[in-house]
């Protein structure tokens, strides 16, 4: 399986409303504060990535082409 | 034909103010980040942005019948342009202006990852200012003011939207005791502003009148 | 080019201070250097290409911490195509390190030559040179006022806050720009968009210092001590228990042992050495024959930094030590990255815990789980430097914790501390 998409925080604007993790608990997993720890995306979860992105309260999170 | 345009306007106005009202106990709840296991935040974010979708399909039937409707002489432009109309010129204008600020939420959050997460915060308190103005128009403008499920349908309102702004100055997280302080004096100022003003006008008799509704309307004339 | 006999090899930066014994003034900086050799491009070539070939070829690193190397910056920056801004970082945030407040005491003409040899040759028109007290700022203006107006760049001295992170680049950038001395998540990088927008080219004072030596003897010059990996000098800040504390100036790949013998030597038995500062590393006392690289220092487990060497005494308690210095660094959090601002207090509050003899299994656990899942997860790379250092205190200390695991086991623990936190400025 190919994974060419990642998730990159901006941890100064993230806070921790956690919608992102809520929608991707499979590539989101939250400390114990309840800040988000990013994994690779699968391709199948790309939509769901975008998603999580685009509904982000502080528009912490960006998804790019892994390098 | 024209009854029922009149009719659909007031009924799909009423119906908007309910709903603006959900979208700002949503907003709100958003905010304060109400949810989590058995209400996922997402869906409250998601029914944040539907519900003002939905209320804005109601608000373009709510103008479109009103401009359609001969009863009172409302055009195209007043629809967008406030304080231009013939009719009830401040109380219509008021409500053109939470129309046109609420298309520019609606805009400025679907396009929230192009113009910066900063300014569209900044934007988006004018939500509350919208909500308010809406308010107003729709007592200032309604023709059903003083029917009793209306009153009763304006009470919950407030009284809700006045509960959530509360929860919110209260709300945990950054202490900002000024920004809270001046948030709470404001909704303060407004809401004596908005009862005084609704006991002295449009609970009164003769509000009609006084607000501006032109003696012979053009329907009546032809009659 | 040769080596003038008038600068050994051993001593660069702090030649003319040891042989003249006094801070040195323009004439004393000219007579003993010269006039500054003109590195500007020529008309139709590009901006920067002389000088960043010559650092290039000295194999110059950044003494700010980072150890990039300066040439590759300096092309970063001129790649860009536009006026860049040119920055002297000499705000020295961490407490432990006093080389560049030094450095323009004694020497602020190597400095300012330096950033003026950047600036012609990236065709930068303003240089601003950071510095935290007031008394460098003044030693920087009157340096300034000699050298009269420099032709067609204008130079200010920029105060910055004594905060720990204000004295990260970005955070540089964002208090040069009129914003808050606080850390900016990258990219952009100061190098794509930095002061006002502009591309800007931050370094370290004592990087500008060698600029201006390699500038005028060369590469090979430069070359001539040092490492083949690590070439050069470097300064130095060696404090706690030696003899003569203070800012020394030694080839890169001289041993821990080394630095401590030309600190004075040891002034009683050592355990261990604080290496790289607060956001660096412990290295055992064992390990002191080191050589001082960024390379060598890593795989040892230790970090180079701007140079900072403190000797930890016997007698002193390196876990009760380290949690004081771990809270420091929780408070000097800059408070806007959550896993920064909540973890950093968290794993000194572990740590505190494990000091005191309070920490049972649950404790230990716990705080290598929150040791790594801290790191890497801040703009900056301030977690990751408290999360190194209380790393590697478990690891050296780690012997030593078995005497920590009841209340007042560790009489050594009850003392008062002995690094400092909030003087040393």
Known sequence: MTVPWRLRLNPILCTGHALCAELLPEVIVLDEWGYPILSPVPDELLSLARRAVADCPTLALAIEPAP | MNGLLWYSTRATGEVALLFLTGVVVLGVLSAVRFGGRRVPRFVIAGMHRNLTLAGLGFLAVHAGTAILDSYAPIDLADAVVPFASAYRPIWLGLGTVAFDTLLILTVTSLLRTRIGVRRWRVLHWSAYACWVTAFVHALGTGSDVRVPVFLLLAGVCGAVVLAVVAWRIAAPGPRRRGLRAGAALTALIVLVFVIGWSADGPLRPGWAKRAGTPARTPDSAGR | ?425
Request: hydrophobic residues 45%; positive net charge; aromatic residues 4%.
């Open chain 3, 1 to 425: 080019m040769t080596a003038p006999a008038t600068a050994p090899s051993e001593r660069r930066l702090l030649a003319g201070y040891h042989a003249l014994g006094r801070p040195a003034g323009l004439r004393d900086h000219r007579a003993r250097y010269g006039a500054l050799p003109s590195l500007g491009p020529e008309p139709g070539e590009r901006a920067g290409t002389r000088l960043i070939g010559l650092l290039d070829e000295a194999g110059l690193t950044g003494r700010g911490g980072g150890a990039f190397p300066t040439g590759r910056k300096l092309r970063s920056v001129a790649e860009s195509g536009r006026s860049p801004v040119v920055v002297v970082n000499a705000a020295e945030g961490e407490p432990l390190s006093g080389k560049d407040r030094l450095l323009l005491a004694v020497a602020p003409h190597l400095v300012l030559d330096g950033a003026v040899l950047a600036a012609s040759a990236l065709r930068a028109r303003r240089i601003a040179v950071c510095v935290h007290s007031a008394e460098s700022a003044a030693q920087v203006e009157s340096a300034l006022a000699e050298r009269g107006p420099v032709r067609s760049v204008a130079v200010r001295v920029v105060r910055v806050p004594g905060r720990y992170v204000a004295s990260e680049e970005t955070a540089l950038v964002n208090h040069l720009s009129g914003r808050e001395a606080k850390p900016a998540f990258t990219p952009p990088r100061p190098f794509e968009r930095g002061v006002g927008g502009r591309p800007t080219l931050v370094a370290n004072a004592e990087t500008y210092a060698h600029i201006a030596l390699i500038a005028r003897y060369g590469p090979r010059w430069f070359r001539a001590c040092g490492t083949p990996d690590a070439p050069g000098t470097a300064l130095f800040t060696v404090s706690g228990a030696v003899l003569r504390p203070g800012v020394i100036e030694a080839p890169l790949g001289t041993s821990v042992a080394g630095l401590l013998r030309m600190a004075g030597g040891p002034a009683e038995q050592l355990q261990a050495i604080l290496t790289g500062g607060y956001g660096g590393a412990w290295l055992p006392i064992r390990r002191a024959r080191t050589p001082a690289t960024p390379a060598a220092f890593a795989a040892a487990g230790a970090a180079l930094g701007p140079g900072i060497i403190v000797a930890l005494p016997a007698r002193v308690c390196g876990v009760a030590e380290s949690a004081r210095i771990m809270r420091w660094l929780a408070d000097e959090t800059a408070g806007q990255c959550g896993p920064c601002t909540f973890g950093l207090p968290a794993i000194a509050e572990d740590l505190a815990a494990l000091a005191d003899g309070r920490a049972g299994e649950t404790v230990w656990r716990r705080l290598h789980g929150r040791l790594s899942a801290v790191a890497g997860r801040g703009a900056c790379r301030h977690p990751d430097g408290a999360v190194r250092f209380a790393t590697s205190a478990l690891r050296v200390f780690g012997p030593h914790l078995a005497a920590h695991r009841h209340p007042g086991n560790c009489p050594a623990a009850q003392g008062p501390g002995l690094l400092p936190t909030r003087g040393g400025r």
